[in-house]
């Protein structure tokens, strides 16, 4: 069969449980529709505002030492520029966060912090790195989580849900054993009931009276303090995150409307080969690079990992924790690439500090898994009083990773992952990660924040 010039075919191939959709022609690439403000949630000026306050605001936190933004901060990529996090028993914010040496932290937070970017996208209906938030209308809110059917009713979207499951993280947010009501109403397994923490966060903000005031400005449901629910306030921080770090105005998003100056050379030879040869948008596709599914790459494994208190061995099973089913063991849901020159170090774990070493990784995962150092790490994730030195994990669990590893080994040239970094580098938005609204000048509670 002859190929005519300028008739476009694709090959379908399968690479573990990625199909990559491979054009013989360079020139003819399947790339995305540009985004726009309609693809995502709609706002409204007032909540987005009530929801900027309370997402810097320490009120949330158990000992009102902590915000949202102490892990997901503007400067810092809408990340902490740090591989692993400490939350509660921390000072300080990103890489100079230390512990507190007279209230340390049990433990590090076992997973890298992800940006916010985009998560106001309709298209995003998981969250979380293993994907324990997701949309399911067999549930009766709409939404599985890990409350099962003690999730309360009236969250607007994912991501309001997903904004509130840290205050309950006695790592992240609540706080230690027995130190605080919230802490105490989490270590009695109470999260949304009447005695549960999330009720107690909201009666913090119903007797705060500026909170008040706002809330009835916001939201026309709220006539007094008792009004104000639970999800009231996770969905007005969703709505300030969903406007806040939209970020759809990059020289790729500009190439994509059809200035085809808005890429140099080097980046759309990177973008043939995101596109082409090197099969990255098998999984990142779409617009916001990202096809929403799991998948197992071969990441590596260290710190305290996600595992229950008693076991005694660190390691992050990924998707399995949330679907017991064995074939998920080790995927994580495929990160968004905008503004990833921003949100610094990569992978679950934050196993890689620079695009030119996650590139690397990703064409022999299994080369990169075997030879990875912890001085590789960025900002190795500082040591506490009561916790263990982040370690690899075993042997062992490392040939398990490997063994899951659903992706083959590509052929790059060192100028061809050259123009890739150019490429992703190009998919950073105008205003580098600084948002629209940036930070308060105070909040409600009169409390500090970073």
């Known amino acids: 069969m002859m190929i005519k010039p300028k008739f476009y075919i694709s090959i379908l191939l399968m690479v573990g449980n990625c199909f990559l959709l491979q054009p013989l022609l360079a020139e003819q690439l399947l790339l995305p529709k540009p985004l726009s403000s309609s693809d995502f949630i709609i706002t409204k000026k007032e909540s987005v505002k009530l929801g900027q306050l309370l997402f ?86 709409g939404i599985r989580t890990p409350l099962g059917q003690s999730m309360m009713m009236g969250f607007n979207s994912v991501l309001s849900a997903q904004a509130m499951f840290p205050i309950a993280s006695p790592d992240e947010m609540a706080g230690h054993y027995n130190e605080n009501e919230i802490s105490i109403a989490i270590r009695k397994g109470q999260v949304a009931g009447k005695e549960g923490a999330w009720n107690i966060v909201t009666q913090r903000i119903q007797n705060n009276p500026e909170y008040v005031n706002l809330f009835k400005q916001s939201l026309a449901t709220i006539k007094q303090a008792d009004d104000i629910k639970f999800t009231d306030i996770a969905n007005v921080i969703a709505d300030f995150i969903a406007m806040e770090w939209q970020a759809i105005d990059s020289p790729f998003d500009a190439y994509l409307k059809g200035n085809k100056t808005a890429l140099n050379t080097k980046a759309q030879a990177g973008m043939k080969l995101f596109y082409g040869r090197a099969g990255c948008s098998s999984c990142h596709s779409g617009a916001l690079q990202t096809d929403h599914q799991f998948h197992a790459i071969a990441m590596p494994q260290f710190g305290p990992g996600k595992t229950a208190r008693f076991e005694t061995s660190n390691h992050d099973t990924g998707r399995l924790r949330v679907t017991g089913n064995v074939k998920d063991a080790y995927k994580f849901r495929t990160p968004s690439l905008r503004n990833i020159t921003l949100t610094a170090p990569y992978g679950h774990s934050g196993a890689f500090k620079t695009l030119k070493e996650v590139i690397r990784h990703h064409i022999d995962p299994i080369k990169s898994l075997k030879a990875f150092q912890m001085s590789n790490l960025v900002f190795p994730a500082p040591n506490a009083n009561n916790t263990r030195d982040p370690q690899l994990v075993s042997q062992k669990e490392i040939e398990k990773i490997a063994g899951a590893n659903a992706l083959n080994p590509v052929e790059l040239t060192e100028k061809e992952i050259d123009h890739l970094e150019v490429f992703l580098q190009a998919l950073t938005d105008k205003k580098l990660g600084g948002g629209h609204l940036g930070k308060p000048k105070s909040v409600p509670s009169g409390l500090t924040f970073d």
Request: charged letters at 20%.
């Open 56 to 141: 810097f605001d320490p009120i949330l936190s158990g000992n009102k030492n902590i915000s949202c933004a102490t892990c997901h901060h503007p400067d810092l990529g809408t990340a902490d520029g740090v591989s692993l996090s400490i939350g509660e028993g921390g000072i300080g914010l990103g890489d100079k966060r230390v512990s507190d040496v007279n209230n340390p932290p049990d433990q590090i937070i076992g997973r890298n912090a992800p940006a916010l970017f985009n998560l106001g996208a309709k298209q995003f209906t998981s969250l979380f790195h293993d994907g324990r938030l997701e949309v399911d209308e067999s549930q009766a809110n």
